[in-house]
Structure formats: structure tokens, C-alpha cells
């Protein structure tokens, strides 16, 4: 879920997704999976970036074992 005032942030107005972080079903910030680096933008206070920053290095593992 998404409030309607953030959509823009999930998705343009052609309805191409950005990449998003949901916690808990709730849309609350976008990420880039393309940079080495964490970098995330979030645009509710509902997160943890602990946890986020936990499961972007799981990602980082799996991206590097597939390529």
C-alpha cells in the first residue's frame, strides 16, 4: 500500500516502477540495486535501515554469485 500523495515516488505516470523498499506491505522508500554503494531514499518514517541495509547485502551476495 501507498498513500496517493507518494505514488509518484513508486511509479511514473506511464506505470513503470521505480525500485521500491516495502515493510510490512507498506510502500516506504526506493533503493538503487544498480550502485555498489547502499543508497536508499525514504519518504516514510516506517522503516528500519538496519534491516534494510541487511537485505541489501544479502542482495549484493546473490547479485555477485548469479554475474
Not at 516502477?17 to 555498489?36: E, H, L, M, R, Y
Not at 519518504?43 to 549484493?60: G, I, N, S, T
Request: hydrophobic residues 40%; glycine residues 4%; charged residues 30%.
Amino acid at each position: 500500500m501507498l498513500r496517493p500523495e507518494l505514488s509518484h515516488k513508486a511509479h511514473n505516470n506511464s506505470g513503470i516502477f521505480q525500485p521500491i523498499i516495502a515493510k510490512d506491505g507498506v510502500i516506504c522508500g526506493n533503493w538503487k540495486p544498480f550502485s555498489d554503494k547502499f543508497e536508499t531514499d525514504f519518504f516514510l518514517d516506517e522503516h528500519d535501515e538496519v534491516e534494510v541495509q541487511k537485505a541489501w547485502q544479502e542482495y549484493m551476495k546473490f547479485k555477485k554469485a548469479v554475474l
